[in-house]
């Protein structure tokens, strides 16, 4: 007999599943009904909104239960629908429009800290039993790991928490030259980093299932950003709009586009200042020893409208360290920014920590301009520390991200939300977890995690291929369906 992760504690012999018919929970025993993990083939087992312009986005049915697209009527303050089993079916492709205004959404309140040491340490014996089972190199995407370790947001809000600088990002396009624009975004892709990651210990966020999204918008004090410097054109809707408020409003949505591989793609735009960012991201994890790595593969691309340029990026890896004492994280691995209309790049290293002594969490930059090879600006420091700059013209600047003002993100109440996005989703999880209700929070996730696999099933036998409600396939990537960049009238 095996022990199964899927609760707090191993159980011998036994699935969270075995009293659910044809569950089939994925766990690292035998005799659990796992499907892929085991080698058992069992079946058992608030705002500042006047004259700010409103952003179309498909409508998430807020008085429809939605679990990854099947819709029925449910109240959301009825009880837990993690707790029922419900069919799963594809949304259609054309879902209807609804405005998200600034006058729906409040300030978030949530700092996503994490201080559950303690936790941890109780749990140590199912994690050394765990870290038994598992073999160098396994890739842990299709591995169900304890409740526990989970973090109280999902992937998607933490790739938004990345912008939690708005500021720097507007700022980027007020660049008087191609060099300046250039070193602008490698200064705030250097400082975004540090916010996305809460506390010192490192947890896991939520797996978003598939169809999953997570919308959120900031209002940035226009006397924070750099005025723009660009020659006249025709003024778009939005920036008629929004030139008579105090504030620029940055939009973000987020979406699970696949589960096999888990692939997520996020857009965020400034309609008002002419740019925004599309990216997707593919996270692959495996098992290192006593450190799990988690790659992100995929690329995003910033687009500047009024300077006809965009800015091809990528992401570094992120590692959980020392995952039997204190787990703490880590970045690594060299990241490229590259735009072909202006001919400059950038390499941004994260540095990993040297077996012997040797300091963490360092990262270096710099920035050349491809025909000469003429380095413009170099950067050293501490991704989650200080950062010091070094230009060209031999002038010099510390940035302190600990120091930077956060701006915080605006986002509409649980209640206001479709039952798709995922606060929403994950709300009785999240619950249980801040009452340390362990056990609760794991019935919760599960049935989550079968209600997916229930629609996977479904849609296979209805020959009915997912289809995504904000992101379009084009190639090997995910573009947002209504992009700034195909629609200037926005």
């Not at 069919?87 to 729906?104: A, K």
Request: proline residues 5%; neutral net charge; contains cysteine.
């Amino acid at each position: 007999m095996g022990w199964c992760y899927d609760k707090k504690w191993a159980s011998l012999g036994q699935g969270r599943g075995s009293d659910r018919g044809d569950c089939e929970w994925v766990c690292l025993g035998q005799g659990c009904g796992c499907e892929w993990g085991g080698t058992c083939r069992s079946k058992r087992g608030k705002r500042q909104s006047e004259n700010v312009p409103v952003w179309a986005v498909p409508k998430s049915p807020s008085e429809e239960c939605l679990r990854n697209s099947g819709a029925s009527t449910l109240s959301s303050t009825e009880p837990s629908p993690s707790l029922r089993n419900k069919n799963l079916l594809q949304h259609t492709e054309q879902d209807r429009m609804e405005v998200i205004s600034p006058d729906e959404e409040v300030m978030d309140s949530d700092d996503n800290s994490e201080e559950d040491l303690g936790v941890l340490e109780d749990q140590r014996s199912v994690i050394l039993h765990l870290l038994s089972q598992l073999k160098l190199g396994m890739d842990l995407t299709r591995v169900v790991l304890p409740t526990f370790i989970l973090e109280k947001r999902s992937l998607l809000e933490m790739y938004a928490n990345f912008m939690a600088h708005p500021d720097l990002f507007l700022s980027i396009s007020a660049g008087n030259t191609p060099e300046e624009r250039m070193v602008r975004f490698v200064e705030y892709y250097m400082t975004a980093f540090h916010e996305g990651r809460k506390g010192a210990i490192a947890k896991k966020p939520y797996n978003p299932v598939l169809g999953e999204t997570f919308c959120c918008s900031w209002a940035v004090p226009r006397e924070r950003v750099h005025p723009l410097r660009v020659g006249p054109r025709d003024v778009t809707n939005q920036e008629a709009a929004g030139a008579e408020s105090d504030y620029y409003r940055v939009r973000f949505v987020a979406e699970q586009v696949s589960h096999h591989p888990p692939v997520s793609g996020f857009y965020c735009e400034c309609a008002e200042r002419g740019m925004c960012v599309n990216a997707h991201i593919w996270t692959k994890s495996k098992f290192m020893g006593m450190s799990v790595g988690v790659s992100m593969v995929g690329e995003g691309v910033l687009h500047l409208r009024d300077h006809g340029e965009e800015y091809v990026f990528t992401f570094p890896s992120a590692f959980a360290r020392s995952i039997i004492t204190v787990p703490w994280v880590e970045l690594g691995g060299k990241v490229t920014i590259s735009c072909a209309q202006t001919g400059y790049s950038a390499s941004v290293t994260f540095h990993t920590k040297p077996f012997y002594a040797g300091k963490v969490h360092r990262v270096s930059a710099e920035v050349k301009q491809n025909s000469s090879g003429t380095v413009v600006c170099k950067a050293q420091g501490e991704w989650n520390g200080t950062l010091e700059f070094t230009y060209s013209s031999g002038e010099t600047k510390v940035i302190d991200t600990n120091k930077l003002p956060v701006i915080k993100k605006m986002i509409r109440p649980v209640e206001k939300q479709g039952r798709s996005e995922s606060r929403r989703l994950w709300q009785h999880v999240t619950a249980a977890l801040k009452e340390e209700n362990i056990d609760l929070a794991t019935e919760h996730k599960h049935q989550l995690e079968e209600d997916q696999r229930s629609g996977e099933r479904q849609r296979a036998t209805n020959n009915m291929p997912w289809k995504p409600k904000y992101f379009n396939k084009e190639g090997d990537g995910w573009v947002y369906r209504n992009p700034l960049w195909k629609n200037t009238l926005r």
